[in-house]
């Protein structure tokens, strides 16, 4: 299997601008999650889904920030519009299950100046 | 809710040093515990785990014992390499919840 697929791995945008990160899960698995990682706050969990449904976005910031999973091999997670502090790794990560292993994705480092 | 705390970092060791990185976590029922490790500009990837009381994780010569009676899963290695420098998470799933993270560990492994 070719893991978690993220896209793109970089990106520098401008304040203000909409951002749209990707994710591809691997296949089968029924539970997708985002992550934010910053020096200052440590990986924090964002939202994730099960079977294409959100099921806690508690974690999602605020309402600049939304996340969608049309069907079961992709996500994207949008912010809209960006300020310099959204700047972070975005990492996307699958599961079989809420207690099974978590396989990341190689993360979306993102700059918004 | 489930938590988990692990010693604060950076750990800066010496080639082929004994490690330990403690993990102690709080959680209701019998979760499952874990150590993710994340490489420089990597994503995280699953070290090793247990999945009940007494079980054993190993791989890479690191080791874990899950103990439930100290509510323990302390990392372990008995030599170091240069290469195992990285980022080690703990983590625990259990009643129902998403995993739960430490804050991570980072260990700068030197010649």
């Known amino acids: 299997d070719a893991g978690v697929i993220q896209s793109p791995r970089h990106e520098v945008t401008e304040m203000g601008q909409e951002v749209t990160l990707r994710c591809k899960p691997i296949s089968g698995h029924d539970y997708l999650f985002w992550y934010r990682q910053t020096m200052m706050r440590g990986l924090e969990l964002l939202i994730y889904?099960?079977?294409?449904?959100?099921?806690?976005d508690s974690g999602m910031p605020e309402d600049r920030f939304s996340a969608k999973m049309p069907n079961a091999s992709f996500s994207t997670l949008k912010i809209q519009p960006s300020e310099p502090r959204d700047s972070a790794v975005y990492f996307c990560?699958?599961?079989?299950?809420?207690?099974?292993?978590?396989?990341f994705g190689p993360g979306t480092r993102l700059t918004v100046l | 809710g489930n938590s988990v705390t692990q010693m604060e970092g950076p750990v800066t060791l010496s080639e082929e040093a004994f490690l330990t990185i403690n993990c102690t976590y709080t959680?209701?029922?019998?979760?499952?515990l874990f150590w993710y490790v994340q490489y420089p500009g990597e994503g995280l990837q699953l070290l090793l785990k247990a999945t009940k009381a007494d079980d054993k994780g190993s791989n890479k010569g690191f080791e874990a014992t899950y103990r439930k009676e100290t509510t323990s899963f302390h990392l372990e290695k008995g030599s170091v390499q240069v290469s195992d420098s990285a980022v080690y998470f703990c983590a625990l799933t259990g009643g129902g919840n998403k995993l739960t993270f430490g804050t991570g560990t980072q260990l700068k492994v030197e010649l």
């Open positions: 889904f099960n079977n294409n449904v959100p099921i806690d």
């Open positions: 959680a209701t029922g019998y979760p499952s």
């Open positions: 990560a699958s599961s079989n299950t809420l207690r099974d292993t978590q396989y």
